[in-house]
């Protein structure tokens, strides 16, 4: 099973909600990833999970709260969000930090009303 | 600062043609990554060339990096409608703390 899949794949949400995306692996990777992807954009690093343990924040606001429960789930608590959060919410996971190749879900569309 | 830029930002070809895209970066690197991306969808690794490589097959296409002008190309040969996509090149920073940059991107198009 060579597959990342994050839920939901589409989300709308108001600016005092709460919500979260989800993402989760089975192929015993011990890193996993969320990025932001803007359109036309590239996608850019948030943060970095290796081992369970978050090894890399990139500056994100705290309204975007991560969480790896354990090494298959990895997920993303979102509160407060302003309309310019709206953006494609890319998980991604790899053998470890430095394998290099990196395994991608198809994303979560995120729109913030 | 921006690693990995891309050129051209935007290819147009017919199918059959072969495709080259550039990538420039600035800092070292541990290797270089392509990725492609189908519209709004995930993206998918095409290729990883490590820093001591200095050319790379897989299938149609084909990956040179010069690590003396900080830059890499993509080659696909025999472009088909299919490979239609942004493709992005990725780099480490010369880092093993998995802090993949990705370049701003060249989107192709192969017309059938």
């Known amino acids: 099973d060579t597959e990342v899949t994050q839920t939901p794949k589409h989300l709308v949400m108001g600016m005092t909600n709460k919500k979260s995306l989800k993402c989760e692996q089975h192929?015993?990777?011990?890193?996993m990833y969320w990025y932001k992807q803007k359109a036309k954009k590239p996608p850019e690093l948030m943060f970095v999970?290796?081992?369970?343990?978050?090894?890399i924040n990139e500056s994100v606001p705290s309204r975007f709260s991560p969480e790896c429960p354990n090494s298959s789930l990895l997920n993303l608590h979102l509160h407060a969000l302003q309309p310019e959060d709206s953006a494609l919410y890319l998980c991604?996971?790899?053998?470890?930090?430095?394998?290099?190749?990196?395994?991608f879900g198809e994303g979560s569309r995120l729109t913030v009303l | 600062s921006q690693q990995g830029e891309e050129d051209p930002q935007a290819l147009s070809i017919q199918e059959g043609e072969n495709a080259t895209m550039n990538c420039s970066y600035k800092?070292?690197?541990?290797?270089l990554q392509w990725y492609r991306q189908n519209s709004g969808r995930g993206l998918v690794h095409l290729i990883l060339?490590?820093?001591?490589?200095r050319e790379k097959h897989s299938g149609r296409l084909r990956v040179t990096l010069d690590t003396s002008k900080k830059s890499s190309s993509l080659l696909i040969t025999a472009s088909r409608a299919a490979d239609t996509a942004s493709y992005f090149c990725?780099?480490?920073?010369?880092?093993?703390?998995?802090?993949?940059?990705f370049g701003q991107g060249t989107i192709l198009t192969v017309h059938p």
């Open positions: 991604a996971s790899s053998q470890t930090r430095v394998t290099g190749e990196l395994f």
């Open positions: 192929m015993g990777h011990r890193a």
């Open positions: 999970y290796s081992y369970e343990k978050l090894s």
């Open positions: 990725a780099t480490d920073g010369g880092t093993s703390y998995g802090k993949l940059t």
């Open positions: 800092t070292s690197i541990n290797n």
């Open positions: 060339i490590r820093s001591n490589e």
